[in-house]
């Protein structure tokens, strides 16, 4: 079974610009969760989506956006990019709504990479 | 609120040496789940172990241990043997109780960079 699937894997943008991140959960997964992890920090929570509604939101400004589409895909969303958004985006995905809270399981894709220039 | 704290940026051991990672967590909950992920150069977070609030028993995988002291609120992490292939970056997380019908997270610390030198 595939994993977590995540594209692309790498990506450089000019400040100002706009992004779209995108993940695959796992077959039968309804849960997708979305992380930022700067350089030399630990993950920081952004958003989660369960069944097509968002669950959750971290402390991010509202240049930040994602949804999640019936297939249970998920796109993470950044306008007007910073210098700051430079980090590696997780994406993590759950078979439950409770997400690591559950016996579901709560896997992580290997992330997109985003260089902001 | 919920935090968890690392605070040991960076371990270098000699291969065979055995390392301890500390981690120590904050949270207004009687229930919830600690976590420990090892994150290699190629950036996924590979999932190592989960252990709920109510169970204080010492865990042993292979090389691998976990004691979990909820009186100091301290869940450490154990390399025994340490080889070059767990050179990567450890992370503690904690995930408190949903909250009505939101969602969950898992709070990280800043996670620990282990280096195993021949």
């Known amino acids: 079974d595939a994993g977590v699937t995540q594209s692309p894997t790498h990506l450089i943008k000019t400040r100002g610009q706009h992004v779209t991140l995108r993940c695959s959960p796992i077959s039968g997964h309804k849960s997708v969760s979305w992380y930022q992890q700067v350089l030399g920090q630990g993950p920081q929570f952004i958003f989660q989506y369960y069944e097509k509604e968002e669950r959750g939101r971290g402390n991010f400004p509202d240049r930040f956006s994602a949804r999640q589409f019936p297939n249970y895909s998920s796109e993470l969303n950044v306008n007007a990019l910073l210098l700051g958004d430079s980090a590696l985006y997780l994406c993590?995905?759950?078979?439950?709504?409770?997400?690591?809270?559950?016996?579901?399981?709560?896997?992580f894709g290997s992330g997109t990479r985003l260089t902001v220039v | 609120a919920q935090k968890v704290t690392q605070a040991q940026t960076e371990i270098s051991v000699v291969e065979k040496e055995d390392v301890t990672l500390d981690c120590v967590y904050e949270t207004r909950d009687t229930t919830y789940y600690l976590f420990w992920y090892k994150q290699p150069p190629s950036g996924e977070l590979v999932f190592l172990i989960r252990?709920?609030?109510?169970?204080?028993q010492n865990e042993i995988s292979g090389r691998y241990s976990w004691n979990f002291q909820k009186s100091t609120s301290s869940f450490n992490f154990t390399i025994t043997a340490s080889q070059v292939v767990d050179s990567a970056v450890y992370f503690c997380?904690?995930?408190?109780?949903?909250?009505?019908?939101?969602?969950?997270?898992?709070?990280f610390g800043t996670g620990t960079q282990l280096k195993v030198e021949l």
């Open positions: 993590a995905s759950s078979g439950d709504r409770d997400g690591p809270f559950t016996n579901y399981g709560y896997t």
């Open positions: 252990r709920n609030s109510f169970d204080e």
């Open positions: 997380a904690l995930s408190e109780p949903p909250i009505g019908g939101g969602g969950n997270k898992l709070t």
